[in-house]
């Protein structure tokens, strides 16, 4: 079975660049995680998708960050204009629905994102 | 106060010793509580989900649980160089509009051969 896909591995941006990444969940996996993981820290939730709903983006900065799942499969987070403390690994996560799912979530590779 | 806490380490263990790692929760009504490994330069991986008062046993790894003091560990016996890595506690909270899974900083272990 494949895994959660990432896209790219590694980006490299001067700040005020915009910047996307790209996400195909595991197969059957309804919910969808974006996170993002600064060094030292634990991945803190960006936003959550049920199929194609956002159901939490709480923890979404609204005004520069924007997400997508629009076919209920793959997602796409944005970012524009990025700023210097934008630097970080974005992980995408999948999970099967339900509440057995919550907690057993699936990681990709993440991307490592580095704004100069 | 933060709703997932963890001692940063690093936690040091000679190989074939038994590696105990804590990690407490403010949420008094949580009720899923899990272990994720992450070797360097990797994504988290789920080891160990715990939901019961108590201990539950995988091979190597055992979770325990105590929800009166609002504690979890996870400890691994016969510690293996190959185990050296960082383990995040994860806890699902009911703070907010919807649950969401909290990610303690992690506890970096390195057991030495």
């Known amino acids: 079975e494949a895994g959660v896909v990432q896209s790219p591995r590694y980006k490299i941006i001067e700040k005020k660049q915009p910047v996307a990444f790209w996400c195909n969940p595991i197969?059957?996996?309804?919910?969808l995680y974006w996170y993002r993981q600064n060094l030292g820290q634990g991945p803190e939730l960006l936003i959550r998708y049920e199929n194609e709903e956002a159901v939490d983006d709480s923890q979404l900065p609204k005004d520069r960050f924007s997400a997508e799942r629009l076919k209920g499969v793959d997602s796409t987070l944005k970012i524009q204009p990025a700023e210097l403390g934008d630097s970080a690994v974005y992980l995408c996560a999948s999970s099967p629905s339900g509440l057995a799912g919550e907690g057993e979530q699936f990681f990709g590779p993440g991307t490592r994102l580095t704004v100069l | 106060q933060k709703e997932v806490e963890q001692n940063s380490g690093p936690l040091s263990v000679p190989e074939g010793a038994i590696a105990s790692l804590n990690c407490t929760y403010s949420?008094?009504?949580?009720?899923?509580f899990f272990w994720y490994r992450q070797y360097s330069g990797k994504s988290p991986e789920l080891i160990m989900s715990?939901?019961?008062?108590g201990d539950k046993e995988d091979g190597r790894f055992t979770a325990q649980l105590n929800k009166a003091s609002q504690y979890v560990s996870l400890l691994i016996r016969d510690s293996q160089p190959s185990d050296s890595a960082t383990y995040l506690c994860?806890?699902?909270?009911?703070?907010?509009?919807?649950?969401?899974?909290?990610f303690g900083t992690g506890t970096l272990l390195a057991v030495q051969p």
């Open positions: 197969s059957g996996h309804n919910t």
């Open positions: 949420d008094r009504v949580s009720q899923s």
């Open positions: 715990i939901y019961s008062n």
């Open positions: 994860a806890v699902i909270s009911h703070r907010g509009a919807t649950n969401k899974l909290i």
